[in-house]
């Protein structure tokens, strides 16, 4: 997926998207940053705002 569009998305959408990916092919968020060329703190601050943070252990964003 393209870097722009992913910053550009709803952030519910991006929330799902980014839950599904972590579910299914990425082991953390450092991964799926990495492999998106995506600063990991543009995400974190922009489903913050929704109420969810990122939870290692899970390795997805839960409501806070």
């Avoid at 998305?9 to 990916?21: A, E, F, G, H, Q």
């Avoid at 922009?46 to 806070?64: P, R, S, T, W």
């Amino acid at each position: 997926m393209d870097r722009d569009r992913l910053l550009e998305m709803d952030p519910y959408v991006l929330l799902s998207l980014i839950n599904m990916k972590l579910r299914d092919e990425f082991t953390s968020l450092r991964d799926f940053c990495t492999f998106n060329d995506i600063n990991s703190e543009c995400i974190i601050k922009k489903l913050m705002k929704l109420g969810y943070v990122y939870d290692e252990l899970l390795n997805q964003f839960k409501v806070a």
